[in-house]
């Protein structure tokens, strides 16, 4: 071999680096190396190709050897450190990067390099001073300049990167990853119009690119477009079918339209593209409970295998992504069945009080605390102290009332799961009551943490939380039905729907509390029958599955001159009228006969609505239970289907504690004559509504003192149980 033959092997590797073939240049080079292993030009070379052929730590020892031969050569210092910066070394990688901009000043390739490795070393000021002193020397480098605007992200100074990025597309219009950056910054400032504007000016460039359509669905799903919204969100799927995140942004669109069983089935195809989908998991199992088509026991199943994922402590059994592993009938922690009771009063008070710790993100003007604040504010003081997790970064004046009903109130917004469990400790707390379930903001990771010795699930979420670490669900003998006394079969069965040991409060398991600024009631004076019956519900719109619109069609079919209102986020969609429209035509109920109500931006506004309509009608299977208590207040009655779980029961326990229990029915045909009777008796009888409200006052359903009793015994109850 001679010195021509080096410069022969050197030749063809330098054609093999212009052409992208960094393996093949390896090869050659180090053919060249094994020939005259100290030639600078064939070990920086060699080590170039290690670099952009996925091994850097091969290059750093030719790199390093090159720039002891000669030190003097800027390419040697900057290829090496690339290479030490790809393998971690990142203070060794910024020294190499200097001594290379040193040696060559007014190179900004350079200076990109070095704010590159600066920006691996997180030191982002280091990496922008870089970027910007390259583009100082040549303002024309779009991949510096980009990558100025990602460290300006980084280091919080958005008007910066959205400058830099929108300087690039002033550039090269085409250039994909600024418009997706910018995009992205423009959704995180609340500025949609903006973001879909640059989506749509770049589309026809990459039609075919995944991320274009699903950023063009988020914009037009905060831009209030849910239709075109669904569309984009469908288009990316198809287009990156392995994308969890796509897919996920599908279901939730797929859900807040109603499309209940397309949601499902996309929640289950994330999870099985990422088992570990703990958000996926956790909106696979809150819309199951508007299924009205899969079995109850299916639905308990299907919460005590995700469960643990949705708690952030990956799959609790079956295949992984599965949903068709067989059930657990036996309690994970202690391998016994865990019995329901029903509590006895206890009223003996302890040498010290019991201290009672709440956990939720809906300590604010929600539903949560329409029925939080009755209890906070009554329960015995010298039995008990009260503690707040508040998992909400809003606050409002219902949150200064929990506030002031509590002896103690901690923000745990922020707070990871472990220090949210310490801080429960500290508190001494002796039970801890979540109240999301498997709702938006939820917190059951601490709940995994086992910070109190008992720990219980109560009212924001109607189903079990499938962990083996919540002991206790809060129900009654209406949502939860405890069987005949010569009969263990009703226990049983409501007890393995439930991970958790079933705990019945007597009477009703809620007190209502009215919202302050509800309006008067409005009385619907009787017109001799010329106006027609107006049925309505301001249910979910995910509430109303196929039963539900089975049940309505056949009150709309018994009086063909009704009506029937609907009021619901979404429903404004004209896509989501279209479906209802197309769904009644299918049950021979002419469209024309649906009344779609408009938002409201304020609680009395809504409740107003209330004035408009006769009788408001129940979804199934997941009953209303704001909705069904807001309708009481109003004066207007409401008829309810039971079922055969918690969610399509709670309206039959609202409506016994309300003093209604007539209408609330077990099948088809009682449901259309509750109604009819409900609605003509309204018509027939102008005092009917203020009565109706009178009566409400005075009834279970919004005694709190009595209530509060029944909660404080269920509390001894499960602190004293072993």
Known sequence: MTPDTVAELLAQALRAIEAGWWSDARTLLEQAQQIDGRRPDVLINLGLACLNAGSPRDAIAPLKKAVTLRPDIPDGHSNLGLALSATGRHKEATASLARAVRLAPGDARLLHDLGVVCHAAGDLPGAARAFREALERQPGLVDTRFNLGNVLRLAGDLPGAETAWRTVLQTVPSHLPSALNLGSLLLGERRPAEALEGFDRILPVHPEVAALHNGRGNALHELGRLDEALDAFARAASLDPESAEIRYNL?????????????????????????????????????????????????????????????????????????????????????????????????????????????????????????????????????????????????????????????????????????????????????????????????????????????????????????????????????????????????????????????????????????????????????????????????????????????????????????????????????????????????????????????????????????????????????????????????????????????????????????????????RDGFVTAALEAARTARADPTARARRRERLTDSLLLDRTRFAAHFADAIEQTLSRP
């Open 251 to 667: 279901a939730n669109q797929q859900l807040q339209l109603g499309l209940v069983d397309a949601a499902l089935e996309t929640f289950r195809q994330v999870l099985r593209l990422d088992p570990a989908h703990a958000q996926a998991a956790q909106n696979l199992l809150f819309t199951l409970n508007y299924a009205d088509a899969i079995p109850a026991d299916e639905v308990a199943r299907l919460h005590r295998e995700w469960a643990s994922v949705v708690a952030g402590g990956g799959a609790s059994g079956g295949p992984a992504g599965g949903l068709g592993s067989g059930a657990r009938k036996r309690d994970e922690a202690s391998g016994q069945r865990k019995q329901s009771l029903t509590p006895v009063p206890d009223r003996a008070v302890g040498p010290s009080k019991r201290r009672i710790g709440f956990v939720s993100a809906d300590l604010r003007s929600h539903s949560v605390a329409w029925f939080l604040l009755p209890l906070l504010e009554t329960l015995d003081r010298t039995r008990f102290e009260v503690y707040c997790y508040s998992n909400s970064p809003n606050e409002d004046g219902i949150t200064e009332r929990l506030r002031a009903a509590s002896d103690g109130w901690r923000p745990i917004v922020g707070l990871d799961d472990a220090a949210a469990a310490r801080q429960v400790r500290d508190d001494r707390i002796d039970l801890l009551v979540d109240l999301s379930g498997h709702s938006a903001g939820h917190r059951l990771g601490l709940f995994r943490r086992r910070p109190a010795a008992r720990q219980a699930t109560w009212l924001g979420y109607p189903n079990t939380t499938g962990l083996a670490e919540v002991d206790v669900r809060l129900v009654d003998a209406i949502t939860d039905p405890p069987g005949a006394a010569d009969d263990r079969s009703g226990d049983e069965r409501a007890q393995s729907l439930a991970s958790e040991r079933l705990l019945r409060i007597a009477g009703c398991f809620l007190c209502y509390g009215p919202p302050p600024d509800a309006p008067p009631v409005s009385v619907r004076q009787p017109d001799g029958g010329a106006s027609p019956l107006v049925f309505g519900s301001f249910n979910n719109l995910q509430k109303i599955s196929a039963a539900t619109l089975d049940l309505w069609a056949a009150v709309l079919a018994a009086d063909p001159g009704s009506l029937l209102a609907l009021k619901a986020g979404s429903l404004e969609q004209p896509g989501v009228q279209a479906r209802l429209r197309a769904a009644f035509a299918a049950r021979a109920i002419d469209p024309a006969r649906l009344r779609f109500l408009p938002r409201d931006a304020g609680i009395p506004g809504h409740l107003a609505r209330y004035g408009g309509i006769d009788v408001a009608l129940d979804t199934f299977p997941y009953h209303g239970t704001t909705t069904t208590c807001e309708a009481l207040w109003m004066g207007v009655e409401v008829v309810s289907l039971a079922g055969d779980r918690h969610a399509s029961r709670v309206g039959a326990s609202l409506l016994a504690a309300a003093g209604c229990p007539q209408y609330c029915v077990t099948d």
